[in-house]
């Protein structure tokens, strides 16, 4: 049962524009969410977090969202440059050594 | 070298060969992982090691083995796989905090993966 879903397989947004991607959860016991990105042939890298106590991260153009009563979080990045254009990986933690990682939603932005 | 190294990167091997991954990091960690990513499927964690010690294993058949001498160093060990295994195997690697220090909320840095192709 796949307990991290981002429902989304790509996503296409014009240059400027602002970029929404979604991630749902079902295990109440998450406590950390990590989003990752990555790039054709190269692993996944770590873009930007959040613990269950916040609602809400920013680090420069990049900020993420968390609902616990919704059990769902969003990255948005704004505004989108065509750098952006990778696969973004959601991932969610209970304490412990654990991690779960959603399917991926592929970003494309457009010049 | 910097960072988390894997070789080989494309790896194509028979259902009765033995093959091993290897995984190099360059970063002073001391938590390795494997993963598993096949195609439109999530992320799989199959091993955790800790401090050179097993933490986690995920449920994974014995045909994959493996190993970590030291704390820059993991092997994934292959034997007998089957056709399904093709996927690509990433390797992690993170700082733990001390054992009973605060709980992890580690950011892992990923190597390149290994393609893997079993016929």
């Known amino acids: 049962d796949q307990q991290v879903k981002q429902n989304s397989p790509s996503l296409s947004v014009q240059e400027g524009r602002i970029s929404i991607l979604n991630c749902d959860y079902t295990n109440s016991m998450f406590d950390y969410f990590l989003w990752y990105k990555k790039y054709p042939a190269e692993g996944p890298t770590f873009l930007i977090s959040i613990s269950s106590i916040k609602d809400k991260n920013e680090d420069g153009r990049f900020t993420v969202f968390l609902n616990k009563s919704a059990k769902h979080l969003s990255l948005h990045i704004v505004p989108s440059q065509p750098g952006d254009s990778a696969v973004y990986f959601c991932a969610a933690s209970p304490t412990g050594n654990q991690f779960y990682f959603g399917t991926g939603t592929s970003l494309t932005v457009i010049p | 070298e910097t960072g988390v190294t894997q070789t080989p990167r494309h790896l194509v091997m028979g259902m009765t060969n033995k093959k091993s991954l290897k995984c190099e990091q360059h970063l002073g960690h001391n938590a390795m992982y494997w993963y598993k990513q096949s195609a439109k499927k999530p992320l799989e964690l199959m091993f955790v090691?800790?401090?050179?010690?097993?933490?986690e294993n995920n449920s994974v058949p014995s045909r994959f083995s493996p190993e970590c001498p030291n704390s820059s160093h993991l092997f994934l060990h292959l034997h007998t796989l089957q056709p399904e295994d093709s996927a690509l195997y990433l390797c992690?690697?993170?700082?733990?905090?001390?054992?009973?220090?605060?709980?992890?909320?580690?950011?892992?840095?990923f190597g390149p993966g290994t393609r893997l192709t079993v016929l």
């Open positions: 992690a690697s993170s700082q733990d905090p001390p054992r009973g220090g605060p709980i992890r909320t580690d950011t892992q840095y």
């Open positions: 090691y800790s401090l050179e010690e097993r933490v």
